[in-house]
Each structure stands twice: as C-alpha cells, then as structure tokens.
C-alpha cells in the first residue's frame, strides 16, 4: 500500500483516495472515523484540500455540534415523512421522534470526513458522512464550504 507523510494531514494511506483514522467527538462521545482526502494516485492535494483540513481541524468540535444542530433541524423538518414512509410497523424505529440534538446517536453515526476537491475554485469543502437509520442506501451528509453550513442531505452532496 501506497503511503504519504503530509505535513499538515498526518500519515496518509492511500485507498482510492488518502486517507487515515481521525479521532473527534460526536455527540459527547470521543469516536475514530476515516478521514478521506479525494486525489488520484500519481496528483498532488490541492493546496486547498490542506487549507479545508487545518481550518476544519483547529475547531472540529465547533463544526462538529453546528454540524449536530443542523442535522437536528434536518431531521425534525423531515422526520414525518420518513414515519409515514415507514408506516405504524417501522416508525417507530427507524425514524422515532426525538426532541433533542442529544438525541440523535441512536438514529445517526458519523463515520467519515471528507476533505474534497475545490477543483480550481479554491473553495474549501468539508464534508461529514453518516450513516442514518432513515436513509440506510443514500446515507446522510453535512456540507461545509469555507468555513461555513452549506447544506444539509444525502451523502451525493459532497460526494
């Protein structure tokens, strides 16, 4: 396996992508998820992929809780639908009603942070990926570009 020493994102493997564990805290709770740096193989990271990094990773649990937030109000917004959706037999688990951010770990799994391509823009993007209990196939993403809530969606937004 390929691997990198970056000065600014650690030691890299890479894997269709460079990529490593990164520790932070989701939902109170101290959790190792990928982190994935998008590159081909033989490219280099684009200066703005490090820049997304550090900025993300001097206050990832600043952007972690809006991150949270966001997903709260996401969820509240569309949580009747999904019950619908589910009908009476599966509601109940797959999209429960919740009535805080505190809330969410049992319907929602941060599993990977996605540093992506600005692709000569110099935009910043960060994503975050979850797993959902709502959106098992599609999964659930928080977007940030330069430092700010972008959008809230299926994981095909930054993707």
Request: glycine share 6%.
């Amino acid at each position: 396996m390929k691997k990198l020493k970056d000065r600014v994102l650690g030691d890299l493997n890479y894997d269709y992508g460079w990529t490593r564990p990164y520790r932070c805290i989701f939902l109170g709770k101290a959790i190792s998820v990928n982190l994935a740096i998008p590159c081909d193989e033989d490219d280099e990271i684009e200066s703005s992929q490090r820049e997304a990094f550090q900025r993300f990773d001097e206050k990832a649990d600043l952007f972690l809780a809006q991150a949270e937030e966001a997903i709260f109000d996401y969820y509240q917004d569309n949580c009747q639908e999904y019950r619908e959706r589910f009908g009476i037999e599966f509601a109940d688990e797959l999209a429960p009603i919740i009535h805080s951010p505190s809330q969410l770990g049992t319907i929602v799994l941060l599993t990977e942070i996605i540093i992506q391509h600005s692709f000569g823009v110099n935009e910043r993007i960060v994503g975050l990926l979850y797993d959902c209990s709502w959106e098992p196939s599609l999964g659930l993403a928080v977007k940030f570009v330069d430092e700010c809530l972008d959008e809230v969606g299926v994981q095909d937004i930054v993707l």
